[in-house]
């Protein structure tokens, strides 16, 4: 029985996102020994978990068709069971959301500081035969300019949605004909956190993240961002 794995789970509280057109992904990969020559443009389909009803469901479809289209740039062909080679079994689960409090900053004028002056002055003279006395009389000018800085803070929540996706390769042979003893020639794990309660936008930003990756090195974990083109 295949289960989203709990380690990842504190993943989520890492990935920060920029905006709804904009998604971080991490992604962690697991193969077997000498993968290209297992996988390296063989025909694969796709193996619905009976127990998920995947079969049957419009979701599954949806992923699925997301995947192909990155499978055909990666050289695969995608055939129909009985004539692939591999088989590719694809979870995905959209996890309890959370939120997360913390302060934003009020900024205001927070006082003022003198940036220039200038002095003007006379000086008047009294005469006396070949004498004379006099004072000197100034007068100093002060331009003040506004300063502005943070005075203040106000709580703030915001909601994030997880998202979680296993991806298999598996020989199609082996998990047709002995499927307890299947082991997988290529796992991935992708975990994204969007502030948007929107998989039809995070499910393809996923795969577009793991993909400009793929098939990458055993026990490789890194995040990957991806963007929309539109």
Do not use: R
Not at 22 to 44: A, F, G, M, N
Not at 95 to 121: D, L, R
Not at 181 to 192: C, T
């Amino acid at each position: 029985m295949l289960k989203l794995p709990i380690h990842i789970l504190p993943i989520c509280l890492l990935l920060l996102l920029s905006s709804c057109t904009s998604l971080d992904t991490h992604v962690t990969i697991y193969h077997q020994p000498k993968l290209q020559q297992k996988i390296e443009h063989q025909t694969y389909a796709y193996y619905p978990l009976a127990k998920l009803n995947q079969a049957n469901d419009l979701q599954y479809n949806y992923v699925t068709n997301i995947i192909d289209n990155y499978m055909v740039e990666q050289g695969f062909q995608k055939a129909s069971l009985k004539k692939a080679k591999l088989s590719i079994i694809v979870i995905y689960a959209e996890g309890k959301n959370f939120q997360e409090h913390s302060y934003s900053p009020v900024y205001g004028q927070t006082g003022s500081e003198v940036t220039s002056s200038y002095t003007t002055g006379n000086f008047n003279t009294n005469n006396f035969g070949a004498f004379s006395n006099g004072n000197f009389n100034t007068q100093t000018t002060y331009q003040a300019t506004p300063t502005f800085g943070v005075v203040g803070e106000v709580p703030t929540e915001t909601t994030y949605y997880p998202y979680y996706v296993l991806f298999y390769i598996f020989d199609k042979n082996t998990l047709i004909h002995n499927p307890k003893e299947a082991k997988p020639i290529y796992m991935a794990q992708l975990v994204a956190v969007d502030t948007e309660n929107d998989p039809n936008n995070a499910y393809p930003l996923m795969f577009k993240a793991f993909f400009s990756i793929f098939p990458g090195s055993n026990g490789e974990s890194q995040t990957v961002n991806a963007q929309n083109s539109d």
